[in-house]
Each structure stands twice: as C-alpha cells, then as structure tokens.
C-alpha cells in the first residue's frame, strides 16, 4: 500500500524486510550474556564472570571511502567485516576482549539485499571475534547520499581486568618493536589510492594492478584483519609493553600514541618487504616515503613493544601470521624516525 512517506522515498516496509533477512545472522552472534531480543530499543549483555576489577573499553569507527570498492565493484559483504575487525583492534590496544558490538547503516534509499549483504560481514567479524552483534540503527535519508550509496559505522565495547590494561607506561629506551603483517590497505588510504588507481591511471575494477599478482577490486577490497588471536598468543609468553593500530597516520602517527614521555621509535625498512601494492602507489602516485608511511601501513596491521630479552620467545608464539622485528624504543621526544 503506498503512503505519503512512500512517496517521500521512505519506504517502512523494506526496512522490515531487511530486519527480517538479518534476524538469523545476528543471533547466531549471540551468547548467554546477550539478554535482549532484536527489535527491543537497547541491547542488554551480562558482563561476563571472574573479573575482580573489570574496566570497559570502547571505541567507534568507519569504513571510510573503501565503501567507494564496494560500490563499484557491487561487493557490500566484506566491508562489515572491516569495521568489525577495525574497532576489535582499536580496543585490543589496551589488551580490551570484545563483548559487543552495535552497528549504523545510513543510505538514501533502503535495498534489503545489500543490507543484509553488509550485514552478514558484520556478523561474520563478530562471531569470528568472539563478539556480540546486538543492535545497530538503520536510516533511510532520501537526498542525503547519492543513489546505491551508503555509510556504516560501528562502536564496540570490550572489557579487561585493571591490572591488565596495556598503556604503555613500561615502554622503556632499550624495548623491541615487533609487527604483524596487513592484508593490504585495511581500512585507511583509500582516497588517495583510488586518484591513483582509477584518475591517474584510469584502471578499472577489474584490471590487473601492474607489478602484482591481483586485480584492483580484489586487492583493495582485502578484509581488514583481526589481531586479537595473535595478540592473545603474544601476551600468553611474553610481557606486551605497548600496541599500536598502525590506521590513518601510519607508522609515523600511531605509534607515537602508546609512547611515555622520553621515548622515540627507530624504524628500519630493511625489516620487511613492502607489498608491491604500497610500491605502485609510490611510483605511480609521486609519493615521498614519509608521505606514504604516513597515508598507508606499508604492510603493517599492527605493533608490539616488548622487553628486547624477550625476541627469542617471542617467536614461539601459535600465529596465523607470524610477527617481525622491525625496530627499537630510543630516547627522545616521542617521534617516529625511519632509517
């Protein structure tokens, strides 16, 4: 039956019809902490036992422009995943366990097939993180976003005993630095890569990127990674001083904000191999190399500061992807030099 608010380009009923196509992924994200059901005006969840002091982290975020990809290439069901995955490290710096998750969704007009798409990333990044999915908003903004287009982002809420938080203070001149590799972009750089790509060397979604073995959608669409098993592995044998969440600003940037006063970080690029991915948009972009660790991670999802008496142990830890010395803690004014 159509409606004034139909006419309007708010349609009531395919936002039941998405609610509906969901319910099914969302619960299986749901353990016995969740207390509430879909629908209800806030999400309930019974903070878990047998913390002694438990202190609540949280942290919220985007997708950014990557969502561009998704809506070129029609792909709307990784990029949920990539907020999931996103805000889990976000609170994993501090050494935070995700308990839940909730979710907004904002497009100009309301297509339940790719909310569900969207949907079902983020209820694949929250049951692979161990996380509850249990609420989100849903707005349909005729006139606000431009046709097939929408916006996500995700606030996440974890928790961790006191006296185990990650801070940074015990960062000490002398310390290790150690990185987990990324699975490309991530997240973040995604404005400047696509005038790269698609402006300055008009490829298209399905072209392959010269000097790697991939073709643009696939490649920077890669599902930004979870380091929570890793970390989680990490700290079970050695003492985990800091953690940076290498985003927007990079190496240069993100590490510098777990840094107690009197500490600087040497980077040597000799560590590691750069993905050619980052190498192309050097070369093809006219980058300068601070420029580009500061706009990309180079290759580096995250990092960890450890007791440099703990790089031999460090390494027997049970990873997916195993980490890689890439520097040391100096003393100095709290930057980040490259060498």
Known sequence: ???????????????????????????????????????????????????????????????????????????????????????????????????????????????????????????????????????????????????????????????????????????????SVWAFPSSGLHTNGYSLARKIVFEDENLGVQDEIPGTDGIVADLLLQVHRSYLPEIRSMRAIVDIRGLAHITGGGLIDNIPRVLPEGCSVRIDRSSWNVPPLFEYFREKGGVSDREMHRVFNMGVGMVAILPSADDILVKTGDYRWKPFKIGEITEGPGDVALA
């Open 1 to 175: 039956m159509s409606s004034k608010y139909s006419e309007s380009g708010v349609d009531i009923d395919a936002a039941g019809k998405a609610m509906k196509g969901i319910g099914r992924m969302v619960k299986a994200t749901w353990g016995k902490e969740v207390l509430s059901e879909i629908g209800n005006f806030g999400g309930l969840f019974a903070l878990p036992a047998g913390y002694t002091e438990p202190v609540l982290v949280s942290s919220a975020d985007g997708v950014g422009t990557k969502l561009k990809l998704a809506f070129m290439t029609g792909r709307h069901n990784t990029v949920g995943e990539d907020l999931v995955n996103h805000c889990v490290n976000d609170i994993l710096v501090q050494g935070a366990e995700p308990m839940f998750f909730l979710d907004y969704f904002g497009c100009g007009r309301l297509e339940p097939g790719i909310v569900e798409a969207v949907v079902e990333g983020l209820a694949r990044g929250c049951e692979n993180n161990g996380c509850a999915l249990i609420g989100g908003e849903t707005a349909e903004m005729p006139g606000f976003y431009k046709e097939g287009e929408y916006d996500i982002a995700g606030c996440i809420v974890g928790i961790i005993e006191k006296e185990k938080v990650i801070d940074g203070k015990k960062i000490r001149p002398g310390d």
